[in-house]
């Protein structure tokens, strides 16, 4: 059993710029939930792809945005970074067909906005 | 919007001792709750579930108690290791596989 994966680990970015992050989720998931964490905070919630359709998006503006592949892996778009955008993000895969299937974490890739 | 609150202190307690931590919510009815452990520089790993029409659930040195009176749950760890040191995150679910995370209580267990 894969477990999921994040890449890259380790970004710094520029304020104004584009990023993209990657989640490969774990086989035999089809739900793929992105988080944020700042540092000593929890995770919150961004949004949630189900077989390839966004399903619930959290407190966050347009400019993050989402796809997730037929694979059921997931790609995280922020577009005009700010500094506030600075943090863990996590990518978490689960089975939504199956009743309260636990979400499964990858180790994030921590984002730096200069 | 729904408000998820752990204690943010560090919990200091001595190997041996049992372990309690607790999670209050508001403005919303979670379908259930589940607690998870984050290690520094890792990802959350998911340990117990706990449905709304359960009071209580077991796993090994785990018990989670679930109060949908009080909005509650207690974590507890029984014989705490210093090996259980780790921030605990408590997460409300809806039936969409929706989660919602308070900000997680730091537990460190000294020999």
């Known amino acids: 059993e894969t477990g999921v994966t994040q890449s890259p680990t380790h970004l710094i970015k520029t304020r104004g710029q584009q990023v993209t992050l990657r989640c490969s989720s774990q086989s035999g998931h089809n739900t793929v939930s992105w988080y944020q964490q700042a540092l000593g905070q929890g995770p919150q919630f961004i949004f949630q792809?189900?077989?390839?359709?966004?399903?619930g998006r959290g407190n966050f503006p347009p400019r993050f945005s989402g796809l997730q592949f037929p694979n059921y892996s997931s790609e995280l778009n922020v577009n005009a970074l700010e500094l506030d955008d600075s943090a863990l993000y996590l990518c978490?895969?689960?089975?939504?067909?199956?009743?309260?299937?636990?979400?499964?974490f990858g180790n994030g890739t921590r984002l730096t906005v200069t | 919007s729904q408000k998820i609150e752990q204690n943010s202190e560090a919990l200091n307690i001595q190997e041996g001792k049992t372990a309690t931590l607790t999670c209050n919510y508001t403005n919303y009815s979670p379908a259930y709750l589940q607690w998870y452990r984050q290690d520094p520089g890792r990802g959350p790993v998911f340990l117990l579930l706990i449905r709304e029409n359960e009071k209580e659930k077991r796993k090994e040195r785990l018990k989670v108690t679930f109060d949908t009176t009080l909005k509650q749950s207690l974590f507890h760890i029984t014989a705490s290791q210093p090996a259980d040191s780790a921030t605990y995150l408590c997460?409300?679910?809806?039936?969409?596989?929706?989660?919602?995370f308070g900000s997680g209580t730091k537990l460190n267990v000294k020999p």
């Open positions: 997460a409300l679910g809806d039936n969409f596989n929706t989660f919602y």
């Open positions: 978490a895969s689960s089975d939504r067909d199956r009743y309260n299937s636990p979400l499964h």
């Open positions: 792809y189900y077989r390839e359709e966004e399903n």
